[in-house]
């Protein structure tokens, strides 16, 4: 017997454990609860501590199946404090309470969708899929890719077909079979929903979605256990699906229920592009419903205009005391930006999405600067380079001389180009 | 004006095994009546207890969400294809 299974989110009903992700009786989607009173004694700050450092370290609370193996080393990143750039978004010098979670730098893909596939895969196995499947805009298209090259499975990935080039190559290169689609996301979601109807593949995503969504659960263990073992006053999020947010709150709720934690009212912030924001639309409108968008933003990774957790999203942001904001494509770039010359952290077009919203939050005052505030940052830059395209033009190459360089020095210096002490990189209208 | 409904895996079993079928209908609530009549048991699973269509119920005309085509108001064409998909679809198991 294990210790979890698959119920309804809306009429309760249990399904046990199979690859399934809504029930027959109501449409409403499936999720793993968890026999917690069995996991009482026999997990602990000391035991989980003993472990390596990476997310199955809280195995107890993700549904993997009896006698697996891990065999790669995902997540636990670092929790990075950002002073530099919490005086930049607060306004305030010292405000020491700001934290980067930061994903760009999960194994082996460089983003937090590495969490989720390496628990869907784990339950591919073992309901014995020889192949995988998933919608992506490209994050997760990558991390199927590489989990399945590793466990020697099959992989067939689709797409839109205007994906960054790094986020196609990082596909193909792991030997998947990757499907462009002439559309967006949620086309590519709904024919995925029609092929997985036809053929017998475990889609991380849609038969295998609520094993998949348990895995986002370890960012907010990581975040409790790296804060000392307390929970935040804030959690910003970005959003596509919409599915995340709702896991960290998840998360943390297991830990105080299980005593690892003390209980405390985390208000959590959603973070979207202006030019796809169903959920923060919602947000502001004061509606618990969605209203699809078409997306048009660069912000690729998070561009689902019906995001199939929308509604769960807007229900943990309301229900917490929090909000949720939208930035523009400028104002990501700039946040992009800021992130890196603050913190020395490169994140792809989402994260200039947390930075820029967590900047308005700030302006707002709905986010306060002595606060513990935890930006979550799931993804890499090195993914998304072409969204900086042409802002920084390729400098002109100088003799190797030293001469030269001292010309070019003073040259530099008498312009104004030179570094300044702290970087003032945020363009003017940003604010909220 | 017919058209053609493609029903999912998930909601077969109340469909005898039917896969699709073919209606004249012209907008959505004809389409729901005329589902309702061929088979009653369908009726709680596309609609909630208000006659709300269910949340996680989306609706295709040839691709499209039918939300972005005026939903309810929708006139249908002939030959439009509609398709009832859930929004996390269930998958062959």
Same mark, same amino acid.
């Given at each position: 017997m294990s210790h979890y299974e698959l119920r309804c989110r809306e009429c309760g009903r249990s399904w046990g454990n199979q690859p399934r992700s809504i029930c +027959? +009786?109501?449409f409403s989607p499936l999720e793993v609860a968890y026999d917690y009173d069995a996991l009482k004694g026999s997990i602990s700050r000391e035991r989980i501590a003993q472990r390596p450092p990476n997310m199955w370290r809280y195995s107890e609370l993700l549904p993997l199946p009896q006698g697996f193996e891990p065999r790669l080393p995902v997540g636990f990143t670092p929790l990075l404090q950002a002073p530099r750039m919490a005086a930049q978004l607060s306004g305030t010098a010292g405000a020491a309470n700001l934290y980067i979670k930061n994903d760009a730098v999960c194994l082996p893909t460089l983003s937090f969708k590495d969490r989720v596939v390496a628990v869907a895969l784990a339950q591919a196995k073992a309901f014995g899929f020889d192949t995988v499947s998933c919608s992506s805009t490209g994050n997760l298209a990558n991390a199927v890719a590489a989990h399945a090259a590793r466990e020697g499975l099959k992989a067939w990935i689709f797409i839109p077909s205007d994906l960054e080039p790094a986020k196609i190559l990082g596909t193909n290169v792991f030997g998947a079979k990757v499907v462009r689609i002439a559309g967006n996301y949620d086309q590519v979601n709904r024919l995925c929903s029609q092929i997985a109807d036809e053929h017998r593949w475990g889609f991380v995503n849609v038969n295998l979605r609520p094993y998949y969504a348990e895995g986002s659960k370890t960012v907010g263990f990581e975040i409790a256990e790296q804060l000392g073992w307390r929970l935040p006053d804030n959690v910003v999020c970005p959003m596509a699906g919409g599915s995340l947010i709702v896991k960290i709150k998840k998360a943390f709720d297991e830990l105080v229920k299980l005593g690892l934690v003390e209980g405390k009212e985390v208000k959590f912030f959603g973070a979207q592009a202006t030019g796809c924001s169903p959920i923060s639309t919602a947000v502001k409108a004061g509606s618990s419903e969605i209203e699809p968008q078409k997306p048009s933003t660069i912000a690729r990774s998070l561009a689902i205009g019906n995001p199939a957790d929308g509604h769960y999203a807007i229900k943990t942001i309301k229900g917490s005391g929090g909000w949720s904001e939208d930035v523009s494509d400028p104002e990501l770039i700039d946040s992009i930006k800021l992130l890196a010359e603050t913190e020395g952290v490169f994140t792809e077009t989402a994260g200039g999405v947390t930075i820029g919203t967590a900047r308005k939050l700030y302006r707002q005052d709905r986010?306060?600067?002595e606060e513990t505030t935890v930006l979550c940052i799931t993804g890499n830059g090195l993914k998304t380079t072409d969204a900086l395209t042409g802002i920084y033009p390729t400098e002109q190459a100088i003799a190797p001389k030293l001469a030269e360089f001292e010309a070019y020095l003073q040259q530099t210096l008498n312009s104004g180009d030179a570094p300044a002490e702290i970087p003032g990189v945020v363009a003017a209208g940003v604010g909220a | 004006m017919p058209i053609t409904v493609q029903i999912p895996t998930a909601l077969r079993r109340l469909t005898a095994g039917a896969s699709s079928i073919t209606c004249a209908v012209s907008n959505l609530s004809e389409l729901f009546s005329v589902l309702d009549e061929k088979f009653p048991e369908l009726k709680p699973h596309l609609r909630d207890e208000q006659g709300q269509?269910?949340?996680f119920l989306n609706i295709y005309v040839n691709e499209e969400d039918i939300r972005f085509l005026g939903g309810q108001t929708y006139a249908f064409q002939e030959g439009d294809e509609v398709l009832l998909v859930p929004s996390i679809a269930g998958g062959a198991s």
């Open positions: +027959d +009786d109501c986010i306060l600067p | 269509i269910r949340r």
